[in-house]
């Protein structure tokens, strides 16, 4: 149990909350997901917390702890089709169509794909379409399932974006989570500048709970967790984009060695021209004679597209510019010229800079921790 100094606000620990309110584990995590037991972040370790007042409420429910219980209950197919009175088959047909929507997935010991659905919304389905239940399915339905159509992933996929949103109000939290939902070419080609594209990375919500550990089944389940509909692609690239508008009027992405956005300017609603690369101290113009090796000195940063990338250094030395070398020929030094002092002062203003700012731009640390 925690308390908050400044608002006088107890919290507790999700096992101790999921204790309180008669829940087992994964029901607790399916009822924080879907919206039942309100959270709140705790310090900046990731982990978040459930106030006392919201356990006195769910507890102060006429139905509790019967209630709550029946609205996080998830059910596997034959489940399903037991409530409904009909046939797996049938069930997975509709399901396939997108008449139910699992509310998660796992893979069994022969990597197939075992979805869960919410025995509440099947009931509902139930009462709401009874006519699907029994005789023939329509004709529509039917040339869909010919078409080989499984609505299942897409479904979660959305299920899932929708408590990721409701998680947090930061605009970058946010843009981070539709972009989860993209392959990271596709995120590529929305988000153009590489520093933006490094923090909404840094944003990126965990993947669900129960994920394999095994690299070809979780290579199967980082599948079902993207989009692969040309429609759904499309979708979420516009959702990110707008998304991106959105975060970038409030604050713009952090770069190395300014506060903001390109120039350092930081202000907001500024738009990037191009590529929206920034103007970082490192594209400042550098004497001749430094070594190219003196860069190294200063903290890595994210790369920066090729065309910025400086030329790499000659295989021999430039000779001193008080002695040119004669045209034609190459000039032998004995030993390396010393580094400039503009070279010198440049990078002591680096390490300082870098040191003030904790190592990372605008000092912001990650601002939501994800359900």
């Keep these: 149990m925690a308390v908050d100094e400044g608002a006088r606000t107890v919290t507790v620990t999700p096992g101790r909350a ?43 429910a006429p139905d509790f702890p019967a209630g709550l219980r029946e609205r996080v209950q998830a059910v596997g197919t034959a489940e399903a089709a037991a409530l409904l009175e009909i046939t797996p088959e049938r069930f997975t047909r509709l399901a396939r169509t997108g008449h139910v929507s699992p509310v998660r997935f796992s893979l069994n010991r022969y990597r197939a794909v075992v979805w869960t659905y919410l025995a509440e919304e099947v009931a509902e389905f139930g009462l709401m379409c009874p006519a699907l239940l029994t005789g023939r399915l329509p004709m529509e339905l039917r040339e869909r399932l010919a078409a ?3 609505l299942r992933p897409r479904n979660w996929r959305a299920r899932r974006l929708g408590a990721l949103l409701r998680a947090t ?65 499309l979708w979420h690239r516009l959702s ?3 998304a991106l508008d959105e975060a970038r009027t409030e604050q713009p992405a952090p770069y190395p060695g300014g506060s903001g956005g390109p120039g350092g300017s930081g202000a907001a609603g500024e738009r990037w021209p191009g590529a929206g690369v920034p103007v970082p101290v490192l594209r400042q113009p550098v004497p001749t ?17 090729p065309a910025l ?10 000779a001193p510019a008080s002695v040119p070398a004669p045209v034609g020929r190459r000039a032998v030094v004995d030993r390396q010229p010393s580094r400039p ?29 994800w359900p």
């Design 18 to 60: 999921a204790q309180e309110l008669e829940l087992r584990r994964d029901e607790f995590r399916l009822a924080v997901q879907l919206g039942l037991v309100r959270t709140v972040p705790a310090g900046e370790g990731g982990r978040r917390r459930v106030e006392r007042r919201e356990l006195d409420r769910l507890r102060a």
């Design 148 to 150: 080989h159509e499984d």
């Design 169 to 233: 109000d930061d605009p970058w939290a946010q843009a981070a989570a539709m972009a989860s939902m993209l392959d990271p070419v596709q995120v590529a080609e929305v988000v153009d500048d590489p520093y933006e594209r490094a923090h909404l990375d840094r944003l990126r919500p965990p993947a669900p709970s129960g994920m394999p550990v095994q690299a070809a089944a979780r290579d199967l389940a980082e599948r079902l967790m993207r989009a692969d509909d040309p429609d759904e692609i």
């Design 240 to 242: 990110l984009a707008l």
């Design 289 to 305: 004679m430094a070594p190219v090796r003196a860069v190294l000195s200063v903290p890595p940063v994210p790369p920066t597209p």
């Design 309 to 318: 990338v400086p030329a790499p250094a000659p295989a021999s030395v430039p």
């Design 341 to 369: 002092a503009a070279r010198t002062r440049l990078l002591d203003r680096l390490r300082r800079r870098r040191a003030a700012d904790g190592g990372r731009a605008g000092g912001r640390k990650r601002p939501v921790s």
